[in-house]
């Protein structure tokens, strides 16, 4: 009996998947499929989290000062971050499509992508995965383009730095 991988569909702008495209060539990624967009998952992850989190805190206060009580629970803040971040990266979308279909993209969760598995299962409430995980894509090509080197080749640098430059 095999045990089946969880599968994850999800539909982004054309815009935006060819920019990942156009990212993929430019940092000259080998990567089949769809493993270049779960490593970007991956390692943006963290940073895009923070943001979410000091702009929800920036909202709670900002509410919080305005009405001199606690208006709203944490879970409110951050679907209100979520909204904001979605719109302002939307925002900065060079080339915004005309095109209304979407891409539709899979992938599936291998059983040693426990870091996946937990990012989506972070995925904010009143959100499809599929929204998460394109303003996740989309907020990274937001990125100037050595950030985004930085975070393609993160756990290369990690390894790096621990243990020095390679020899070929």
């Known amino acids: ?13 054309p815009v935006v998947h060819e920019q990942l495209k156009d990212d993929k060539e430019y940092f000259k990624i080998n990567e089949l499929g769809t493993s270049y967009i779960k490593r970007i998952i991956v390692n943006y992850f963290p940073i895009y989290q923070k943001q979410m ?7 709670d206060k900002s509410f919080t000062k305005q009405m001199d009580q606690e208006l709203l629970n944490t879970e409110a803040c951050e679907n209100i971050a979520f909204d904001v971040i979605k719109y302002l990266d939307e925002r900065n979308l060079e080339t915004p499509s005309k ?3 979407k891409d539709k993209i899979h992938f599936r969760i291998n059983r040693y992508e426990y870091d996946l598995e937990q990012i989506l ?8 995965k599929s929204e998460f995980i394109a303003y996740i894509l989309l907020s990274y090509l937001n990125l100037p383009v050595e950030q985004r080197e930085e975070i393609i080749f993160k756990k290369e640098k990690e390894r790096e730095r621990k243990y020095g430059s390679r020899i070929d």
């Open 1 to 13: 009996m095999t045990i089946s991988k969880p599968e994850v569909t999800f539909y982004l702008d």
């Open 53 to 59: 989190y000091d702009l929800s805190k920036l909202i």
């Open 99 to 101: 095109k209304k279909k």
């Open 121 to 128: 299962s972070l995925c904010p409430s009143g959100t499809t």
